[in-house]
């Protein structure tokens, strides 16, 4: 079916790693519900088909939605991916970066391969987004690349330093290639989502100890959903926001104004006493 011209992204295509989870295809969902014909990408088939399934049902009669198989951390299926996505439309406009994560555990008990995965996980995954989108958009006059940083990398959280620091690296990711890339006309922006309900996260949502210190410390009294951070990023997709580059937007409740919760019990829970004594006394857990 023909896309509906009458769409603010109709003949753009847009591709989202991640799309299988609750933020990437909540994204996908904005995007293919304005017009763009979307490819999302993760690593379990499973997983994409019920996501693509869902993206359809949500976006109405006419979305393009499709899906590869790959990993995110793998150059070559990331640009498997966009290709495909290039290939739905007259131009790749859109490119979306949602993979990330972190380990939630005292600093003195990560090893430097852990480190590096915080880094591959958040930085070098949004990097070969950029990296293998801006030749794609390039080609017919530019396009928009949102990635997906985190309420963390403007608010120290004990026991997730390392995902400070990555998320903090993809906000200087987002400056620097926004600077960059500007003359190409090829617009850098992140989202920066405080805690939001998804599957990932079911587990945190069931300890109700943990929830009530997270909604201590939130002024606006609640938690997010998917659908706060798609509004975001599609917001940063389209052309409402063609005089912004460089900028990550904070979606958070109001978390950034406050402090983040000390989750020493849930390490604790996780670890150990012995080993979480060890490493509050500055001591490397054996």
Partial sequence: MAADSTKPLAGQAAFVTGGGGGIGSASATWLARDGAAVV????????LVKAR???LAAAGDGATVEYVVGDA????????????????????????????????????????????????????????????????????GGGS?????????KVPWPFLTLYNTSKSGVEGLVRGAAAELAPLRVRVNAVRPGLVQTEATTGLFANKEVMAQFLAEKPLGRTGVPDDIAAGVRYLAGPESSWVTGQSFGIEGGAELAKAPYLES?????????????????????
């Fill in 40 to 47: 999302i990408m993760g690593r379990t088939e499973t997983t």
């Fill in 53 to 55: 399934d869902g993206i």
């Fill in 73 to 140: 951390l793998d150059p070559a299926a990331v640009r498997t991916g966009l290709a495909a996505a290039e290939s739905l439309a007259d131009r790749l406009g859109i490119a979306v970066s949602v993979v990330g994560g972190g380990l939630m555990k005292p600093l003195l008990m990560f090893d430097d391969a852990e480190v590096l995965g915080e880094l591959q996980k958040n930085i070098v995954s949004a990097f070969l987004v950029i990296r293998n989108a801006v030749p794609l958009m390039v080609k017919t």
């Fill in 145 to 153: 690349i949102v990635l997906i940083s985190s309420d963390a990398a």
């Fill in 266 to 286: 849930l390490v604790r829970k996780r670890f150990g006493d012995a080993a979480i004594d060890a490493a509050l006394a500055g001591e490397i857990p054996t």
